[in-house]
């Protein structure tokens, strides 16, 4: 009768750590998902886009079925530089062009995407040297960004020489322009 106590006893625990386990990972990448939102919509105003009078919104463009996509929503921002904010599944042609942000949650980057002053912006692993602009990591429980100056310039996207700062630049010819930029500034 003891030995079965100990081992129903052992099973609660152990179903216990595991449940308060998952719950503290689950809570972990919730945080992740809240700071990448919340860079997201900051990143707007360190970034500079050709001028277009036309343009009435700012277009986030995100999978509504991302973690990332859920926490935006809770970000209480309702305008960007002066334009509504408006977060929007990604279109699947042309139109593309119409965000100002798009994150790909999986995925390569659409080189097409690479002429249309578009920041594209991810969290998958080695986004920013595959051509992505702007890459979310994780360094030490915090997220972090890299960027791909080249894509970047190519879009005719500017970054702030502060952003810049921040910034792991991913490859060499990359880091010679952000010395352009900080001393240009």
């Known amino acids: 009768m003891q030995i079965r106590f100990v081992k129903i006893l052992c099973t609660i625990l152990l179903t216990i750590v595991s449940y308060s386990s998952s719950c503290i990972a689950s809570d972990q990448q919730r945080l992740e998902n809240r700071d990448k939102a919340l860079l997201i919509v900051r990143l707007a105003l360190f970034i ?8 009435t919104t700012f277009k986030i463009c995100i999978d509504s079925t991302d973690p990332v996509a859920n926490e ?4 209480e921002v ?3 530089k002066g334009r509504t904010l408006e977060v929007i599944d ?3 042609d042309e139109s593309i062009r119409q965000c100002d942000f798009l994150y790909l949650s999986a995925g390569p980057v659409d ?3 690479a002429q249309f002053p578009v920041v594209t912006i991810s969290s998958q692993a080695g986004f920013a040297e595959q051509g992505g602009m702007i890459e979310f990591y994780i360094d030490d429980s915090k997220v972090r960004m890299k960027t791909n100056l080249h894509a970047v310039h190519d879009a005719h996207i500017k970054l702030s020489s502060k952003l810049i700062k921040l910034l792991h630049i991913v490859d060499p010819l990359s880091k010679n322009m952000a010395r352009h930029y900080v001393r240009n500034r």
Do not use: H, M, V
């Open 48 to 55: 500079s886009w050709p001028e277009n009078p036309q343009k």
């Open 111 to 113: 080189r097409a995407i």
């Open 90 to 92: 990604p279109p699947r």
């Open 78 to 80: 309702t305008d960007i």
């Open 72 to 75: 935006l929503q809770y970000t």
